[in-house]
């Protein structure tokens, strides 16, 4: 009997086609030839993932110019069982566009998603000084509501966008940055780890306790003690008062490496409140660099020791 062909799976992402977002999608090969769903906020890309419609979504969690993208962060915080298996990286350029007829002079209002306004902020108060601002629900939603609505002028788009809409470009490269970045992730519910690369991340979010003095010195303390690197420490507030916040934490290597198995212990004795947000291949590919003290073989022979002192081996 010849074997049924493999179910498709679905992968959401922010669109419609076009956005940053779905380029990163484009660099999951086991997404080519899936079905790509897109959805209109991030609440939905991560609610497709919960409810099981998607396997995973595409989800922008940072940025170069404008930070950490709160609603990614704040979701990855309070939503159960999710995990990044993967990141990716997309170059971000911005062009000012219009529909045909329309001149920089004459824009007065610009459609823009918040993260990408953020990252022209410089050039638009150069040049368009008075504008006001419509928050969009994406880079390429902005510039097809200039077909549906007179509410703006112009839109922040990316700059292919003319490709396949009949709009003209008003101004090239506009953010603020030319080498801007944003780091998207793929989040799912799998419970499997990616096997590790020498190249992993490992991502976390830690509250402090409450009303410790040098608690976050601790907390970083776990890391540096065992050698861990850390490339990303934020805070964001919890929410239910002020001054409480929770750090969301990359560090360097895979929770299968003996020194971040042995930080993550630690942050776990120490913090009340520890989510394990996925041991991933870096999307840079760079091998992670560690002293040779806290190499794997030193941790397991450091364990053994212990072992055979408690067992009572002879010569121990
Ligand atoms: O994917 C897109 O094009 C988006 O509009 C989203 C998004 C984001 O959420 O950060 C992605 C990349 C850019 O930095 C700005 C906006």
Known sequence: MPDSPPATRTYSYLGPTGTFTEAALAQVPEA???????VNNVGEAFDDVTSGRSVAAMIAIENSVEGGVSATQDALASIPNLRIVGEYLVRVQFALVARPGIEL??????????VAYAQCRGWLEANLPAHGHIPSTSNVASALALFENDLADAAIAPPRI?????????????GDNQNAVT????????????????????SIIAEL????????????EQFSTRGVNLSLLQSRPIGDALGRYRFIIDADGHILDERVADALLGVR?????????????RADRA??????????GVFIEARD????????????
Do not use: C, M
């Not at 002079?105 to 918040?114: C, E, I, Y």
């Not at 091998?287 to 794997?296: A, F, G, L, M």
């Not at 020791?305 to 121990?316: D, F, K, M, Q, Y």
């Open 32 to 38: 080519a030839g899936q079905v790509w769903k897109s």
């Open 105 to 114: 002079k004459d824009v007065n209002v610009v459609n823009a998603h918040p």
């Open 162 to 174: 003319v490709d396949h809409h009949e709009l003209n470009v008003l101004a090239e490269n506009i």
């Open 183 to 202: 780091r998207f992730v793929l989040v799912s519910r799998t419970n499997r780890l990616p096997e590790p690369t020498g190249a992993d991340k490992t």
């Open 209 to 220: 306790p409450a009303d410790r003095s040098g608690a976050l010195l601790e907390l970083l």
């Open 269 to 281: 004795r120490f913090s009340p409140r520890v989510i394990f947000l996925g041991s991933y291949p």
């Open 287 to 296: 091998q992670v660099e560690y002293v040779d003290r806290y190499d794997d």
């Open 305 to 316: 020791w212990l072992r055979s002192l408690v067992s009572g081996e002879p010569g121990a």
